[in-house]
Each structure stands twice: as C-alpha cells, then as structure tokens.
Nanobody
C-alpha cells in the first residue's frame, strides 16, 4: 500500500512558475514508477509527466515538454514537478500517482494522491 500527498499548488500569473511535491509513504514507496496527471473541469484526466524508479528515466506530454521537469528523491520518497512558463491552459487539479508498470495511461496507475489545484491567470 502506498499513500501519496501532493502539495505546492496555487495561483500564478501566466509566464510564472510553480513547484509541486508528492510525498509517498509505504514500505516500498520508492520502488514505484511515479506520474503526474492533471484534470481540468469538464475534461478527462490527462498525462503530464512520469519518472521510473530505478534509473529515473523521464517522459513528458508534448504540451508540457520543455516547460515542466519531473524529478524524484528516493531517499525522501518524494517526487517533484517543476512547472515554468505556465499558461492559462495549464490550469487544472494536479495529481501524482504510482504504478509498477511503464505507462502513461491513468488506468495503469494503482495509487493516487488527493490532488492540488494549479490556477494560471492570464
């Protein structure tokens, strides 16, 4: 069992930056591949970025590539999402999730945090 708690959301102007954190707890929490997803009102949950647990390979959605950076600190069981050059269309609830699989599909993730809201004003 893995518990995930996100933090760091908020309100920012377009062009600004925010950093999200996801603290994982559980005996084998550091051995999970981790992903960030987001969901805007009226839209489906979509993949943002993911990172593998062993090597730290990273993958990004095209919409955030070059602006967002995912990283992890296995010693702290924490995953981060640094978001730069934010746009109004980045406004959404952001969720971190954990999986044993190598996947960007939300249905392949077994554990989810409660989400943190990111609002980007124009």
């Amino acid at each position: 069992q893995v518990q995930l708690v996100e933090s760091g959301g908020g309100l920012v102007q377009a062009g600004g930056s925010l950093s999200l954190s996801c603290a994982a707890s559980g005996r084998t929490a550091s051995m999970y591949n981790m992903g960030w997803f987001r969901q805007a009102p009226g839209k489906e949950r979509e993949f943002v970025a993911r990172i593998t647990w062993a090597i730290g390979s990273t993958y990004y959605a095209d919409s955030v590539k070059g602006r967002f950076t995912i990283s992890r600190d296995n010693a702290k069981n924490t995953v981060y999402l640094q978001m730069n050059s934010l746009k109004p269309e980045d406004t959404a609830a952001y969720y971190c999730a954990a999986t044993r699989r190598f996947s960007s599909g939300p249905h392949d993730y077994d554990y989810w945090g409660q989400g943190t809201q990111v609002t980007v004003s124009s």
